[in-house]
């Protein structure tokens, strides 16, 4: 069974940085890709990035190209999304994904795997 643990999320000030966490189970993370999707309130959810399983390839939205950077750390089976440079439209709830290749975590279907979520709030 596919699992996937969010942690790190938090307040911060605009400009401040936060390091979200996607813990997921032996196979899933030898198996898949991982990424995150964020919403905000009132807002359609919005990809924000992901990482094949191989590391090999990644993708980033728009809106984060250049201050946020996906990474998989094999040691723990958790994927990490380093967050700089904040503003305060980055305010959301983070979900990690999981799907067979990055462009599938990029464009989910129904059959994706997602976590709970974790709240980041960026305040100006």
């Known amino acids: 069974q596919v699992q996937l643990v969010e942690s790190g999320g938090g307040s911060v000030q605009a400009g401040g940085s936060l390091r979200l966490s996607c813990a997921a189970d032996i196979r899933t993370f030898s198996n898949y890709a991982i990424g995150w999707f964020r919403q905000a309130p009132g807002k359609e959810r919005e990809f924000v990035a992901g990482i094949s399983w191989s590391g090999d390839t990644i993708y980033y939205g728009d809106s984060v190209k250049g201050r946020f950077t996906i990474s998989r750390d094999s040691a723990k089976n958790t994927v990490l999304l380093q967050m700089d440079s904040l503003r305060p439209e980055d305010t959301a709830v983070y979900y990690c994904?999981?799907?067979?290749?990055?462009?599938?975590?990029?464009?989910?279907?129904?059959?994706?795997?997602w976590g709970q979520g974790t709240q980041v709030t960026v305040s100006s």
């Open positions: 994904l999981a799907d067979f290749t990055v462009e599938l975590v990029a464009y989910p279907t129904e059959h994706a795997y």
